[in-house]
């Protein structure tokens, strides 16, 4: 084969021959094609490679590093971790591909609570206090009238409750997906105030939840230590009538009152309740006006120093969340 592009040198008229009979010519031209085959195969192959095209038109996929070979934090420390989440797009399915894809349904929830509701309502809101006017609107709570929400307590350093609550009901959110139920907040810090107090309880009985919980702490005088389990009384009058949800409330109240007291190592309280962590209230609208069995937790009291350092401790507010599933987990029989 030449591989330089320039003419032969010309033959002179004495040295050419005459043509070769019919035979000869097809003999020779099979030779040329066979030799060339293989050079034109070789070309083909060799385009394949420099286009980095594969079978079928489409570039070979890269195949996946060794773990040694992985960045991150995991792999050259937490300086690289910026560096490492820029990763490759993938690349776009074909139609076939998508379609199947947007027509799948979703995979079920799997889990002891698969199919289950919780409602989770994080007590008071960080912007209260800046919305003091809204909040101090008067509410039907069936039984008289109230005001939409307060601020909430704070410990002595400042932690503020509606902090400490929004804090333990996303982690109790966190376990309870994990045991594949639904939650639904009644806000997630992403209002500047509130819900009101008559919205709240609305919240759990359109998402008829099976169980609803309110996460809040106390702010009475220093001494008074401990948590307890609020649970509704039985109240008819107006858009109230908790008659049937006082039996199951008082069923999700006391496992998780025992729940509770388990994980955090927390006793009941020692200035109501008698020493049994559960209380009966007939003047909380959150609980006057659901239909859903409901309790409200509070987890101990902001206001006594023994108390504020577990409250301010992310550990200890883990064990609260942990103790809170664990009664919704033992109500709902998962």
Sequence with gaps: MRYDDSPPPPESAASVSPDPPWYARRSTLA??????????LAGWVLTQVLT??????????PKALPASHTTGAGAHGAGDAKASTATPSPAAPDSASASASASAPAAPAKGPLAGRTVVIDPGHNTGNFKHTSEIDRQVDIGTNRKECDTTGTTTNSGYMEAEFTLDVSRRTRALLESKGAKVVFTHDADRPWGPCIDERARIGNEAKADAVVSVHADGVSAGNRGFHVILPATVKGGAADTSKIVGPSRDLGERIAGNFARSTGSAPANYLGSGTGLVVRDDLGGLNLSTRPKVFI?????RDAKDATQLT????????AEGITNGIVGFLGG
Excluded at 313 to 320: D, L, M
């Design 31 to 40: 030779v040329a094609v066979a030799a060339l085959a293989p050079t034109a």
């Design 52 to 61: 980095g095209s594969g079978p079928g038109g489409q570039p070979p996929q």
């Design 313 to 320: 401790s992310p550990e200890w507010r883990q064990k609260a």
């Design 298 to 302: 509070e987890c101990g009291n902001m």
